[in-house]
């Protein structure tokens, strides 16, 4: 990618912003290549393609979505929760639009594991590959999402 003096670079897009105070990189001090490199094979030696990925997830948060905040259950000990949020956030990429607020908590009650999903962390990782840097409060655990994906296709 080549930046002209006007453009951003990935980290001070990635960064915190006026839209997300937080930022996308967390306490991830990676390159966000380098942070989209390692979190894209990890998923690839997981037998998981990122759309897939982002397939799934769109399916579970539109369910929760629609179970208007009451907890819906996935597995025996998997449930999601949707918690709704006034507004929309412009993806940090340009040209990719805002997305709307509100989020999808999967939990897994058997492992303590936890996923936070929201429609713009799950187009992040559809179109970028970009699952958010480690310590990033919508991180999602390229690992983790796996797993929890292949336990509810199992289950289907």
Known sequence: MTITPRQKSPRELLGPSEFSSEGFLGTDSREPEDIIKEDLAALLQLGMTKEKLAAALREIYVKAERALGNPLPLLEKVTVVHVEARGR????????????????????????????????????????????????????????????MNHLTIAK
Do not use: C, N, W
């Open 89 to 148: 956030i412009p993806s940090p990429f340009s040209g990719d639009g805002t997305f709307q607020k509100g989020q999808a908590k999967i939990m897994d009650a058997a492992t303590g594991e936890a996923l936070l999903i929201t429609p713009l962390s799950i187009h992040l990782i559809e179109k970028h590959g970009f699952f958010q840097g480690k310590g990033s409060k919508y991180r999602i655990e390229p690992e983790a999402a796996a797993r929890v």
